[in-house]
């Protein structure tokens, strides 16, 4: 079983930052892969930046250059972290933390957390 709790969301003005955190614990393989993902009311989640257990990453177009995503490990927990800079109204979604295992369908979500950026 595997747990993924998120943190880190709140209010904050355009161009102001956040950090958001994730940690998971549980039966987790060393090869996976976490990520962040973002969705809006009424529309599909999408990717918003994601890293492998090898250090390679990913992320989505618009945040590229204003957020950093970076992993860690604290005791027996799996971290995982997205530093958002330079924040828009347009970054405003509920994230949500994930986990797929390598070479599975699996995969894992934590709970929603709400970034709301006011212009």
């Known amino acids: 079983q595997v747990q993924l709790v998120a943190s880190g969301g709140g209010l904050v003005q355009a161009g102001g930052s956040l950090r958001l955190s994730c940690a998971a614990s549980?039966?987790?393989?060393?090869?996976?892969?976490m990520g962040w993902y973002g969705q809006a009311p009424g529309k599909q989640r999408e990717l918003v930046a994601d890293?492998?257990?090898?250090?390679?990453?990913?992320?989505e177009e618009s945040v590229m250059g204003r957020s950093t995503i970076s992993r860690g490990n604290v005791k027996n927990m799996v971290m995982v972290y997205l530093q958002m800079n330079s924040l828009k109204p347009e970054d405003t979604d509920v994230y949500y933390c994930?986990?797929?295992?390598?070479?599975?369908?699996?995969?894992?979500w934590g709970q929603g957390t709400q970034v709301t950026v006011s212009s």
């Open positions: 994930n986990l797929k295992l390598s070479g599975s369908v699996i995969e894992y």
């Open positions: 549980g039966s987790i393989l060393r090869f996976n892969t």
């Open positions: 890293m492998s257990n090898d250090g390679s990453t990913k992320y």
